[in-house]
């Protein structure tokens, strides 16, 4: 993969950071070559001064263990590493199966939706299963799944006035997007369902199991189901295939 493709832009985000940003869009072609970069970045004889890289769906902010003396050298450093020919090998993306129960007690606002975007029940959840989302990135809560790829036709915007009070697992579509909660927290998007999935554990040696690349179904299960999985360990239960 080439991977100089693209006109990226630097800024000076402060003190000890730099943002790199990509053209605006959510695309796959944009994710591999931020990906490609972060990995080269890595792998740098740069990286012993770079504390982390942190992605966003067309932007990567570097941010270096010290404070930036010199903003152009550290841009000319990057563009190098962004343009070297390394090889690097790319990492094996995987395909993660996540149930969902979409029954009414967990469902706040489908009915909602259905009235709003004419679709019946059923035709929302088939609709919300039926795509191969990718996880471009996680963020704005630790574990949160930002996933492209959701049906134009369950597009709904977010709510004016966001909720106090999100439960952990539950599953929303916020404007073009569907993600997760991974834990109790405020938000505005539109709650569809719930997963019994623990999406993020700080006790373990990978907190999150999916990384940007991956890419996630959905499928239902009734609330019997889910209380079942709610006792389980992830590890129990996850599906993915490569």
Known sequence: ????????????????????????????SILEDLTHFKTKIKKSESSPYIDQAVSAYQSLLVQYKTTIMSFEQNVRQLQSIYSSKALIKKRKSKNWKIPVCYDSQFALDLPELCDKLKLSKDEVIQRH????????????LPGFLYLGGLDTKLAFPRKATPRHYVS???????????????????????????SPVQLFNSDSKKPC??????????????????????????NDFLIHST
């Open 209 to 234: 199991f999916a990384e940007p690349g991956d890419t996630l179904q959905f499928y239902s299960i009734d609330a019997n189901k889910h209380a079942e999985l709610k006792t389980l360990e992830p």
């Open 1 to 28: 993969m080439k991977s100089d493709r693209y006109a990226l832009k630097y800024h000076h985000f402060n003190e000890n950071s730099i943002l790199i940003e990509w053209p605006e869009a959510i695309s796959q």
């Open 168 to 194: 952990a697992g539950a599953v929303c579509i916020g404007g073009q997007q569907t993600g997760v909660y991974p834990e109790d927290s405020p938000g505005g998007w539109n709650i569809i369902g719930n």
């Open 129 to 140: 299963c039926t795509p191969k989302y990718t996880v471009f990135f996680i963020g704005f």
